[in-house]
């Protein structure tokens, strides 16, 4: 896909963009149900599902502050163990919901490939994460993953009183990265947040495709991982001269 202006920036999400929380979710799941007999036989894949979907549907309502995260955390889990017979007491749903976190931020991880791929971006490209999260989360996450020096801004639809896909969060990433939307790319896994985001203020989209799911707009430019780092690279950048030097 030919660019109109060279890439100046790059712009990501984070969470199951760089940060691999669906399988973080997976494992910290299983970690927090072995060995209790209400889970017995159950299937790890369709309790996650749920957690998911339960997640999905709360995660904007505490974005828009009718629920406090740790509110919504234990609404959350209540919701999914009750099916299960757990948790029926205040004080079990408040112990499993406390070990569950702690196994979560415990077992976080990169995405693979995230790492190298913000290594070799960082010297050549401004860097920016547009998140829909809270600004103290996302910050410590970034830490963690060793993933801050790499990272040039951070913005939060926390701090930005807007989610993604609203303009205004994208805006603000273009300032305060003092670029223009031409030369900007932003890479994503929601394709109503990242993708229609990112086209609605003019920045070129590529959608991190990792369920194979239907791609909407054939002229949005698709990658399945974030490797290999050549192949993702170009397809970033559009740059085969960065990707000739690096291979």
Do not use: C
């Amino acid at each position: 896909m030919p660019l109109v202006s060279p890439v100046t920036t790059i712009l990501f999400d984070l969470d199951d963009t760089l940060f691999d929380h669906a399988n973080t979710a997976r494992a910290a799941l299983a970690t927090s149900t072995a060995g209790l007999p209400e889970f017995a036989g159950t299937d790890l894949e369709v309790l996650y599902q749920q957690y998911s979907e339960i997640l999905e549907e709360m995660h904007p309502r505490v974005l828009a502050g009718e629920y406090t995260y740790e509110e919504a955390r234990r609404l959350r889990f209540q919701r999914l163990l009750a099916p299960y017979g757990v948790a029926s007491t205040d004080m079990a749903l408040a112990d499993f919901t406390q070990r569950h976190y702690g196994h979560y931020q415990r077992l976080r991880h990169p995405l693979a490939g995230a790492l190298p791929l913000l290594e070799a971006l960082k010297p050549h490209y401004k860097i920016g994460i547009v998140t829909n999260n809270r600004l103290a989360e996302q910050q410590e996450k970034l830490q963690y993953l060793g993933m801050t020096p790499l990272v040039d801004a951070l913005i939060t639809s926390e701090e930005i009183g807007v989610p993604k896909p609203n303009p205004r969060i994208f805006q603000v990433a273009l300032e305060r990265l003092h670029s223009r939307a031409a030369e900007t790319v932003m890479v994503g896994d929601n394709w109503q947040a990242d993708v229609v985001g990112a086209l609605a203020v003019g920045i070129r989209p590529v959608w991190l495709n990792r369920t194979a799911s239907l791609r909407p707009l054939a002229h949005v430019e698709e990658i399945t991982s974030l490797e290999p780092l050549a192949e993702v690279l170009l397809k970033i950048t559009g740059e085969p001269l960065l990707v000739e030097k690096l291979s």
